[in-house]
């Protein structure tokens, strides 16, 4: 084989393997071995299945228990103290704390505020990703800056959001949340 398309093999290869969620670093080490029995390869196999299958139901306790019932201080058995979150809006915040802080904004303007249901669930590799539905009624006033508020309009919600997770040791150490926040303030009547 020329140079040139081995180079070519490789890359491509080096693609395929990072979205099946396999590094180059894996990769090489795995080339490595002159053949690995089958059954230490099922082993392997099996192994990450376990570990996906464990994040994501540690995922569902996180939102089904943990978030809707607020139970903040049970938030590190599914993150880490130092996690990274891409919040919907754009704003990135370090911490937990922070981002304790940021969820429990919902529940100031919507304390009925819980998921219901996890329609979509899928792992590979350390992340997850998750479609959670939220419902909530926007019954109390929401704080909108410099001591302005808006008043309830009694409203209820249905929010389709996605989390996509990056997973070490079996906590989260960097989240990424999607929701249509348009849909969301069209909903609760705060928007036409």
Avoid: C
Wanted: charged residues 20%.
């Amino acid at each position: 084989m020329n140079p040139r398309n081995a180079i070519l093999l490789l890359a491509k290869t080096t693609v395929m393997l990072a979205i099946a969620g396999m590094s180059a670093a894996t990769l090489a080490a795995d080339t490595n071995k002159k053949s690995e029995p089958p059954a230490t390869l099922l082993a392997r196999i099996k192994a990450v299945e376990a570990q996906q299958e464990k994040n994501l139901v540690n995922f569902d306790d996180l939102d089904f228990n943990v978030y809707s019932n607020q139970k903040w201080d049970e938030l590190t058995k599914s993150h880490t103290h130092d996690i990274i979150v891409h919040n919907a809006d754009g704003k990135v915040v370090k911490g937990l704390a922070a981002h304790i802080d940021d969820l429990k904004q919902m529940f100031v303007f919507a304390p009925d505020t819980k998921v219901v249901s996890h329609p979509i669930r899928i792992a590979q590799g350390n992340y997850t990703a998750v479609q959670g539905v939220v419902k909530g009624t926007f019954s109390q006033p929401m704080p909108i800056g410099d001591g302005k508020t808006i008043a309830p309009t009694h409203k209820s919600f249905t929010l389709s959001m996605v989390t996509i997770g990056r997973w070490e040791n079996g906590v989260m150490t960097e989240e990424w949340l999607y929701w249509d926040n348009l849909d969301f303030m069209k909903q609760i009547g705060v928007m036409p």
